[in-house]
């Protein structure tokens, strides 16, 4: 009865009941004592998931209510605990777990009587991603998918008077709700044909009903839409930096640490139990769909990234554009790129939110995030900029940093055209971050003219705290400078690095094992992209006006035209394209 | 045909709930269009549960086993689909009202705080 596996649902129940607490009483509760108990829920939930994490060799299976399949046929819920479920479920509470330390003296004193209403909102929304990355069956993967998306919106627009976070967490609401419904399509085509909602066994069905056709085609379509908008693939993409531009730093810490990289842990997981088979999508069909997107999507978010003034959007952009390589990982389809894009995500997760940190401390204390606008005036924040600094060291991919070594691991598995694609992408991202690090904390270069463009500055952001800041708390410093240490120990930790591939591939269809290890390869290419990084930023601060290439990127600016009618219709277009990617493998299949 | 009819049913109104959403000049209108697209995933679950000459899924004056049975998990998965629908459809209305306040409009095309 002690089988660790009856643990699992207390991943989801602990926080869940955490936030109903804090609601029921958030009345009655001063501040001070509603976030330690939400600290303290998530804290638990996160050592919960790292304690199972350390048993899921072999993989915990857990039907709830004890409602087991009988001679094959299930009706119940499954939750699924191997390495890289419980590994995600991990990241995100140990995520929210900063993000609530961090807002510890963020907010206004929020209003009398509603004391409890963030902590339990942040809570609810690690219930949802740690319910999403362990459900084992399809609906309740789309039940927890919604949990955490409409949190998310909630969370996006907690600062209801700013009009710009109330515009984005609309755009963001509808565009991931529709995503959400165009999954909930697939999945119910996939049990029209199988009878089955369970992942392994809607897997095993449609290997035994015989090769693919139109019905599986639409339903992969379906539901790969569904998890690529939540992943912000281009086309699907606008959304993410209408909506972490303007959601409260701790929330956008969440939002792009882990949230956009659940989309992509959803693609990769329904592809393995479900579509691997037979009976699914030919491999070489996910693989070029995977390359094209992934490639388009880390391309244009390099680009938006490298034109961005905005700060937040800035590192919104960045997200978009190492989502795009986590999705070339994926679409390799080797053990080894998958361990690879594990070891990434959780040091992109580490720098990232290291990363709004303190751009957040910004923002409170000059009440702007625009990098023309604050030109040298971080020069007092001497170490803000140190730890803003080493985080675009990290998300350049500077050995010994997890980012360097996850980045070397997939660029191996990928060959070395994608290599070179890597080496460009984390250049240009880093370069952009870098560069707002000079002009902001250094004051390096001649300030930038101004003139009119196409764009949005960061200028009119409000602070997010009471009045502001004259110094920083010791909170809001320590949760960044903590996350880059964690990322840094991805890279460096004896054995961890093995510890996450070997969980990976023994959870992947392959099941072949593989060893993870920095090479002298992999080393200079991280120090090559960090170098050029360096190189590119002192390109554009010596500049005065405006950056090499802006008329060049016009066109692709203006597709960003914050129109919600717009996202829609380019979702409508990237999923007919993700059809016409499959389509070849099928008909010939 | 019959047996395809709802699923084409399903396919339209999705389609047209986007197209909705896609030409919308008001915001409350595009959630309604959202309401729609959801709307096609009622009858696609409902659809995919149907059996000829079935009876509801209701044990209360019928001895089990006497009669066929549409399926009654579709049914359950419709439920709590209204019920999400439900949750999504009330914040995206709050978030309308509070752009309403602060922006003076809803109209999609005159929102241009965020772009570029």
Redesign the interface.
């Known amino acids: 009865m002690n089988h660790p596996s009856h643990l699992l649902p207390l991943l989801v129940a602990g926080p869940l009941l955490g936030a109903a607490l804090l609601v029921a009483c958030g009345s009655r509760l001063p501040r001070a004592a509603a976030e330690p108990v939400g600290c303290a829920v998530s804290a638990a939930t996160a050592a919960l998931a790292i304690h199972l994490a350390l048993q899921s060799s072999p993989p915990l299976v857990e039907w709830v209510g004890d409602w087991v399949p009988r001679d094959g046929v299930s ?1 119940g819920i499954v939750l699924v605990g191997d390495g890289p479920a419980l590994g995600m479920a991990a990241l995100a509470s140990l995520l929210t777990l900063a993000a609530l330390a961090y807002s510890w003296r963020y907010f206004d004193e929020p209003p009398r009587r509603h004391t409890g209403s963030y902590p339990a909102l942040m809570l609810l929304f690690q219930g949802g991603m740690c319910g999403f990355a362990i459900a084992g069956d399809l ?1 309740n993967a789309f ?1 927890f998918f ?1 949990l955490m998306s ?1 949190v998310a ?2 969370l996006t ?1 907690h600062r ?5 976070a ?6 963001f ?2 565009v991931n ?2 995503g959400a ?1 165009a999954l ?2 697939g999945i ?2 996939l ?2 044909r199988t009878g089955e ?1 369970a992942m392994t066994q809607i897997g095993r069905r449609l290997d035994a009903y015989g090769p693919p056709d139109a019905l599986v085609l639409a339903a992969f379509v379906l539901v790969l839409t569904g998890f690529l908008v939540k992943a912000a693939a281009v086309p699907f993409h606008f959304w993410l ?2 909506a972490h ?2 959601a409260p730093t701790p929330v956008c810490m969440l939002l792009s640490g882990v949230m956009v990289e659940l989309g992509v842990y959803g693609v990769w997981r329904v592809y393995g139990d479900v579509f691997a088979g037979p009976g699914g999508i030919p491999a070489a069909d996910l693989h070029r769909a995977l390359l094209v997107l992934g490639v388009l999507t880390s391309v244009v978010g390099a680009v938006m990234c490298w ?1 961005q003034r905005h700060i937040k959007r800035l590192l919104a952009y960045s997200t978009v554009a190492h989502t795009g390589l986590f999705l070339i990982g994926v679409g390799v389809l080797t053990p080894a790129a998958d361990g690879g894009v594990a070891l990434y995500i959780l040091g992109h997760a580490g720098v990232k939110a290291a990363l709004f940190a303190c751009t957040g401390i910004v923002l409170d204390r000059y009440g702007s995030v625009d990098e023309h606008a604050l030109h040298g005036r971080g020069r007092e924040l001497r170490g803000v900029a140190v730890l803003f600094l080493v985080g675009a060291l990290g998300l350049a991919g500077l050995p010994p940093f997890g980012t360097a070594l996850g980045k070397a691991l997939t660029e191996e598995a990928a060959g070395p055209a994608l290599t070179v694609l890597f080496v460009l992408v984390s250049t240009v991202t880093a370069g952009a971050v870098l560069r707002v690090a000079a002009r902001v904390f250094f004051g390096l270069g001649p300030r930038p003219e101004e003139h009119a ?4 500055t960061g200028a009119g952001e409000r602070p997010e705290t009471r009045r502001r800041l004259k110094r920083v708390p010791d909170t809001m410093s320590a949760v960044p400078a903590l996350l880059l240490a964690a990322s840094l120990a991805v890279g460096v930790a004896p054995g961890f690095a093995a510890a996450v591939e070997h969980s990976v591939s023994e959870a992947g269809s392959a099941g072949a094992f593989t060893s993870a290890h920095w090479t002298l390869a992999g080393v200079l290419l991280g120090l090559t992209s960090t170098l050029l990084a360096v190189a590119l930023a002192a390109l554009a601060v010596t500049r005065r006006e405006g950056l090499p290439g802006g008329a060049w990127a016009g066109p692709l ?2 597709l ?7 996202y ?2 380019w979702l ?1 277009a990237g999923a007919a394209l993700l059809g016409a990617l499959t389509l070849p493998g099928v008909i010939n299949g | 045909m019959m047996s395809v009819l709802p699923y084409l049913v ?1 396919v339209w109104i ?1 389609l047209a709930g ?1 197209y909705g ?4 000049r008001n ?1 409350i209108h ?2 309604g269009c ?1 309401a729609v ?2 709307a ?2 009622y009858v ?2 409902i659809a ?1 549960g149907y059996r000829d000459g079935a009876t509801a899924p209701v044990h209360s004056d019928i001895e089990p086993g006497s009669r066929p049975l549409v399926d009654p ?2 049914q359950a ?1 419709a439920l ?2 209204v019920v ?1 629908g439900a ?2 459809t009330a ?2 209305l709050a ?2 009202l ?2 309403s306040k ?2 003076g409009t809803v109209d ?2 005159e ?6």
């Open positions: 009706v609906f039940v919604e409409v919106y909630a627009g209801v008077e700013e009009a710009r109330v515009q984005g967490a609309l755009t609401g509808v709700s529709l419904y909930l399509m119910v085509l049990y029209a909602l930096p209408d531009a303007v034109y463009a196409y764009e949005t600016r203006r960003q035209s914050g129109h919600i009618g717009d829609v219709a409508l | 399903a999705f986007c959403l896609a030409t919308s915001l595009a959630v959202l697209c959801q096609a995933t696609l679950l995919v998990v579709v998965l709590t689909d999400v949750t999504v914040l995206l978030l309308i509070q752009i602060r922006h999609p095309d929102l241009s705080e965020l772009r570029g």
